[in-house]
């Protein structure tokens, strides 16, 4: 203690009595440590009770530890009800986003959505997410919808709303029918030569041809829709692109111990290199039968295919049969749903199917 109540007049023997009675030295680490003992100290034991003195107990369901919901009380109560409170309440879930509102001329004005970071690492960190950011919103503001890597939005037609119509609605399931909608979707892409022996198996093969004569060719009339000033290995890709694009075409995911999970409707359609058209990789895949280089085969599951199983591989099946237990134009089947047809061109994968994820599954077969 460096202060003292004695006058100033005060003699030497009233200091020296003053300084020997002073318990300040030996209190004061005391005192210091039971100042800072809620806010910086803050034992294990102590942090519960903590929790809720501050009333913090609203996010226990959420913040896996007391430590971190206290390291979150200051910063994210000062900014409830902002988009600040949203990025850290994020944060502490251990996900980013960029908040997203509706233009202000729309009737759901308040509900908005958010491009998440990452599709989520696990199926219960949706409830920390749409826990945590019902938290930090204002009361008028409503998590409609959380996505990344497949957002369809739903249409806008004349700046109103279209109301009992497919466009009214965008992408995106809720979890047991309730809560905000969740749009997930996850890119696969793989490049394949077809080989000899799979366009054998499909039915489809065409020798090389080295000969530019037409009298050394051998396509079938069916699929000679190429143009006569043509070379003799064009044409041949011409006859294999129609051939291909004119068998039906599903993709096979398989577990670890290659059983079927299911089969999903794929679309073929020849393609050579362009400026536009799919998006593969840095490049796009334009569709047409003039000069095609192979086929784009691409299929997109449906929210909830598979769910709850894990494939180990996917491949290519073509000219297949549909079992006549199948509904009519369902694109997902179950193992039993197909019988015959040829697997090509399988390739490695880890896909866990979720409810609230889409797989975007594209294969480039090279001719």
Request: aromatic share 10%.
């Amino acid at each position: 203690m460096t202060e003292t109540l004695l006058p100033s007049n005060a003699t030497p023997i009233e200091v020296a009595l003053d300084r020997a009675g002073d318990q300040a030295p030996k209190i004061d680490p005391a005192l210091s440590y039971i100042s800072g003992w809620k806010h910086i100290v803050q034992p294990p034991d102590l942090r519960p009770y903590l929790v809720q003195e501050f009333g913090m107990g609203v996010l226990q369901p959420f913040v896996e530890t007391y430590a971190a919901i206290l390291a979150l009380r200051r910063p994210w109560c000062e900014a409830r009800g902002t988009h600040e409170s949203v990025n850290r309440g994020l944060a502490i879930v251990g996900y980013s986003g960029t908040l997203k509102d509706p233009p202000a001329r729309r009737t759901a004005w308040a509900e908005f959505q958010i491009d998440l970071d990452r599709v989520r690492d696990d199926r219960e960190d949706l409830f920390k997410i749409a826990g945590i950011v019902d938290l930090s919103i204002p009361e008028r503001s409503t998590f409609r919808r959380g996505v990344n890597g497949h957002d369809v939005p739903a249409a806008e037609g004349c700046r109103t709303r279209l109301s009992g119509s497919i466009l009214s609605n965008d992408s995106g399931v809720r979890i047991d029918g309730k809560g905000p909608k969740w749009s997930f979707g996850r890119n696969y892409q793989f490049s394949h030569v077809l080989t000899e022996a799979e366009l054998t198996s499909i039915g489809i093969w065409i020798p090389e041809i080295d000969s530019s004569l037409w009298a050394d060719m051998n396509f079938p009339w069916v699929t000679a829709t190429f143009e006569w000033s043509n070379d003799a290995e064009q044409a041949r890709r011409v006859s294999l692109a129609t051939s291909l694009e004119g068998l039906p075409c599903w993709l096979r995911f398989a577990d670890a111990q290659d059983q079927t999970i299911g089969y999903r409707k794929s679309i073929c359609r020849a393609v050579g290199h362009g400026l536009s058209g799919y998006t593969f990789g840095p490049d796009f895949l334009e569709p047409g039968t003039e000069n095609p280089l192979g086929v784009h085969v691409f299929a997109r599951t449906g929210f909830g295919d598979g769910y709850g199983s894990e494939a180990a591989s996917v491949s290519v099946v073509i000219d297949a049969n549909v079992t006549d237990q199948t509904k009519p134009g369902q694109l997902w089947l179950e193992p039993a749903g197909l019988t015959g047809g040829t697997e090509i061109a399988a390739q490695p994968v880890s896909i866990l199917f979720g409810e609230t994820v889409r797989e975007h599954v594209q294969f480039f077969l090279r001719f």
